[in-house]
Structures are given as C-alpha cells and as structure tokens.
C-alpha cells in the first residue's frame, strides 16, 4: 500500500450496535502503513470516542480518515445538536449522555478529553442545531 | 501469568482463544465504564468487566488489551464472541465477583495497568 491515503466512513446516529466499527476499520487501515503501535492506538482510541459521540447525539456523520507523510487527519463531521458550551464539555466527567447510552457503558464524559489527549493538535468547531466538526491531527 | 494459569487460578471458562492461552499478562484494568477503559487501559493489559455487548471487544481490540475477564458469570451474547474470534481477542468468563477476581489476581502478581489517575482534584460529574 501507498504511503498515503483518504478514506470516508459514513456513521448513523442511534446505532449503538455499531459502535466501534468504523474505529477498527480505522485501525486495520493505518496498522498496513509503518506507523509505530501506539501512534495507531491513539489514533484509533480518538477515532472511537469521536464515534460514540456522533452515535450518542448526531444524526449521522462521516469520519475522514487522512494519512500523509508525517501526519494522521483525523476529521469528524456531523449534523446534530451540536454542543452549546465547548469548554464545558471538554471537562472531565461533564456529560449529557441518557440512560441507554449510560448502558452501554460510555458517557462518563471522558471522550473530548481523551481525544484531546491523544492528539497533537485537535480542534473542534459547532454550531447549535447545526453540527459539530472535529480536527484531530496525530504525528507519525 | 499466563492466561492458562489466570484461567486455572479464577476456575475461569475459556469462551473464545483457547489457542492464545499461553500470552502472558502482568497488568489489569477492571471497569464497567468502557469511557474509562478508553481513557486509561494500557497496552498488554487484561480488561476485567462485566459487560457482555459487542463493544468490549471493539474496545479491546482498541487499546490493545491482551484479553477479556468477564466476572459474575457473565456469559456474553454470541455475536460478541463472533467478533471476539474475527479480532482475535480471547474471551474468558469466572464466576468471581469484580472484587474477588481481581484481589486473587492481585495476589498472584498482576498489578494495575495505571495505579492511580493524575489530573484534577476530583472528577465531579455535573
């Protein structure tokens, strides 16, 4: 395989038996580049969160996976509520999940910080009742 | 420990991975919360839950946990098992509490993948 790549996943809202899906698909995809294992784990952990979120609050939204030379693009765009109080839900433990996706086992309001945590740089862009956007750049 | 001998040690089942029961494991995390698998599991590390849905193995298959410990007899639906065997994460299943299952551990070698969680004071959900 090439050194670079652009891949599209599509992801629906509500669809919580698919959680994870496109995040292992993610994960099998750069696992076929020489990026070294943790940079991958990273990359598919904040892939994952990024996820759950759009299946959690979106409608549907699509991840756009990026490899180039030095970089992992990391994009997750959505159509949904978007969030009102972006730093707010960037804290630990701040979460507006409901009881099904409680369930599950997610909503500890762990996930925007987490994916922060696993990025180099991450930026993320809503606007109420239109959507939000993620920007999650990792180095190789 | 080996798997092999986690299995022995907990009267554990083996419900998936009976050919991966020689990969040793020296770290645990134990969560029903897999927001916080996600956040603070480590590579190599053995999940310990009680959940049974798919995603714990998606989750697994993520961070690269080396398997999964069901406790309180949990026994997971089959479709988790099918994506246990197509990621190759093996899957065993004891009868233990989450508490005893992990103090028996504990005794025997394994310690936390992360012994405590640095940041904040607290973390107060809202």
Redesign the interface.
Known sequence: MSETCEISFPIEGDRFEDAGKVSVEVKKILKTFDIPNDILRRAAIATYESEINVISYAIRGTVNLRVTDDRILIDVEDIGPGISDIEQAMQQGYSTANDRIREMGFGAGMGLFNIKNCSDTFEILSEEWKGTHLKIVINR | MTLREIADLLDATVLMGKNHLDIEVQTAFAA????????FAK?GSIMI?G?T????V??A????NSAILLVRGKIPPEDTLHLAEE?EIPVLSTRYILFETSGRLYANGIVGCVRKIE??ES????
């Open positions: 029903d919360l897999m927001s916080d698998v996600l956040a590579p839950t959940l849905n798919p995603q714990i998606r989750i298959s993520i961070v690269d990621l940041g904040p973390v107060v959900p809202l």
